[in-house]
């Protein structure tokens, strides 16, 4: 199975929300609809936090990439100066992600349906102990003029892991394909940067996403202008 979603299908869907501390931000769906009655993955969404604002550290149920698109702020002690991938793994704690004052802009993408992030220490209690790891990894800063100048064929965000966990931002000539994963997964989101992939009979532009279920991966290639994309794959799941 794969999907791709363009950004102007997204922008459909932005809606306004706010946290329990006052942050507010704007929140535009792309794959999985929290409210849809099926609780189920995969998900995708982009977030648009409020300048000089908090999200407090917190965990979800479900795998997590991250990708900083547009603005600057922190992550835990890491600064956001450029685009950004952090990888975290269900039930994993990280934070708190402190907006500047342009404010934040950062997809999040999971591998399984989730009901909400659970708040740091209030919410400890609510932390399962499971088998397998409990990663929180985040890349090298990719300065914006590098995502745009084409300089280098490929950037490793996050190196390949034994369970096929991995992300690579890839700048793609015209016409060019998407290069496949190092290894097998747990599923697979390509986001666009800049240009544009065709997919089927899409054209993925600037701000689109595409997924490929674990049984499948991201076929596509860039469009005449190329393209700047972000492979993610996820882990596949741990075997108990």
């Given amino acids: ?40 993955g995969p998900t995708c969404y982009l977030i648009e936090q409020d300048p000089s604002s908090v999200i407090p550290a917190h965990f979800h149920q479900a795998n997590q990439f991250q990708v900083m698109v547009r603005g600057g702020g922190h992550l835990g002690k890491r600064e956001i100066n450029g685009v950004l991938v952090h990888y975290t793994d269900a039930y994993t704690p990280y934070g708190p992600i402190n907006s500047g004052e342009e404010g934040l802009h950062y997809f999040t993408l999971r591998d399984g349906f989730d009901p909400g992030a ?33 300089d280098e064929d490929r950037v490793e965000l996050i190196a390949a892991q034994e369970d096929g966990l991995e992300a690579t931002l890839f700048h793609l000539k015209a016409g060019e394909s998407l290069p496949p994963a190092k290894g097998a997964g747990g599923g697979q989101f390509a986001l666009v940067l800049r240009g544009s992939l065709q997919h089927l009979d899409q054209s993925i532009e600037d701000r689109g996403c595409i997924y490929a279920a674990a049984d499948s991966s991201v076929s596509a290639m860039a469009g005449g202008e190329g393209a700047e994309v972000i492979l993610m794959q996820f882990p596949r799941p741990h075997l108990h």
């Fill in 1 to 40: 199975m794969t999907i791709g979603i363009s950004a102007a299908q997204a922008a459909d869907t932005r809606i306004r929300k706010s946290l329990k501390n006052g942050t507010g931000y704007f929140r535009s769906r792309y794959v999985n609809d929290e409210n849809s009655g099926k609780p189920e």
């Fill in 118 to 150: 659970r708040f740091m220490p209030e919410q400890r209690a609510e932390l399962v102990r499971k088998h397998g790891h409990h990663r929180h990894m985040v890349s090298v800063i990719v300065p914006t003029d590098l995502v745009t100048s084409g």
